[in-house]
């Protein structure tokens, strides 16, 4: 299984940009089976969650992404999508896409995301 991460590139602050992340190689059953999240990491800092939702359950949040983000799954296309408004240069950073089953965390690749005017 691999996730393979989209939608990332340059971002002008105030604006809005759709990651999605695609379950390569896993059927639909199991990807209901998974937590799937985002996460971003910042040079010399540690990773950090910004987002999560389980099939069927309500998405959860970092605090500096609420009411900007919305993190949304589709189980039959096997995407989990991050759509970022507002943008700030804050939000600069490396997004890594995730999937959690039995304790285990997997990771995509990760994909850039950059704001800036």
């Known amino acids: 299984v691999q996730l393979v991460e989209s939608g990332g590139g340059l971002g002008q602050p105030g604006g809005s940009l759709r990651l999605s992340c695609f379950a390569s190689?896993?059927?639909?059953?199991?990807?209901?089976?998974?937590?799937m999240g985002w996460y971003r990491q910042t040079p010399g800092n540690q990773r950090e969650l910004v987002a999560t939702i389980a099939h069927g359950g309500s998405p959860n949040y970092a605090d500096s992404v609420k009411g900007r983000f919305t993190i949304s799954r589709n189980a039959s296309r096997k995407t989990v999508y991050l759509e970022m408004n507002n943008l700030t240069p804050e939000d600069t950073a490396i997004y890594y896409c995730s999937r959690k089953i039995d304790s285990e965390i997997y990771w995509g690749q990760g994909i850039q995301v950059t704001v800036s005017s």
């Open positions: 190689g896993m059927i639909w059953s199991t990807f209901t089976m998974n937590t």
